[in-house]
């Protein structure tokens, strides 16, 4: 298992903050108090703004969120949307490599233009998995799309407007063709972390994202 970078994400203060619903077991994440920046730090108040449970990163220059907490296995659900010919992105289990800084898994957030079946199209499984042709269907860029995002174990599913488009197993045959013909293929223990932050990505575009909601599972054996 990698070993987080400490600096990010140990702030008891901030976790402390972090919106809940106890009884339903879901935590509510559509704020910015449950996101510090890349130093760890609270985000300051700037190109990342909440309005009516909808976090807006006007465009670039806000810096990428770092959820206050770590996460190991989880269901995740959010609606987002995007501006024309925009890239963002929700990375999970981010870890520390090796010469390659902080990585994670990432659910591609883009307008896909006339490429909605790639490697980096939205709801992809950025670099890895492309999102099924079969059973993806995104809305035109402005409009709301729903995610939900399951990860048990070295499971994980992506899903997209109420389809699955992605489900992958670290160490299978598939994910290891895959991740070798990926960036991430020098990363060496890509995935093999149970357990690291979210981020949500600034990757110069405007974003936004709404009701995100996230459930922790119990670890499988």
Known sequence: MRTI???????PLL????????????????????????????????????????????GKG??????????????????????????????????????????????????????????SSSASLYD????????????????WNRTRIVVRGAHFQHFLNGKKVVEITVGTPEWKTALAQSKFRNAKGFAENAKGPLMLQDHGSEVWYREIRLKELESLP
């Open 128 to 143: 890895i998995i492309p999102p099924d042709p079969k059973t993806k269907k995104t809305n035109k860029v402005g409009e």
């Open 15 to 58: 976790l402390s903050n972090t919106h809940a619903d106890p009884q339903a077991g879901w935590q509510d994440l559509s704020n910015l108090e449950s996101w510090v920046d890349g130093a760890g730090n609270p985000v300051p108040a700037g190109k990342w703004a909440v309005r009516d449970k909808i976090l807006h990163l006007s």
């Open 62 to 119: 806000g810096g990428s969120l770092y959820s206050a907490k770590e996460y190991g296995d989880f269901e995740l659900i959010f609606d987002w949307k995007i501006s024309p010919k925009g890239n963002s992105g929700l990375k999970y289990r981010m870890a520390k490599y090796e010469g390659k800084g902080m990585l994670g898994l990432e659910y591609q957030v883009y307008d896909d233009g006339d490429k909605p079946f790639s490697k």
């Open 5 to 11: 970078a400490r600096a990010l994400f140990i702030f």
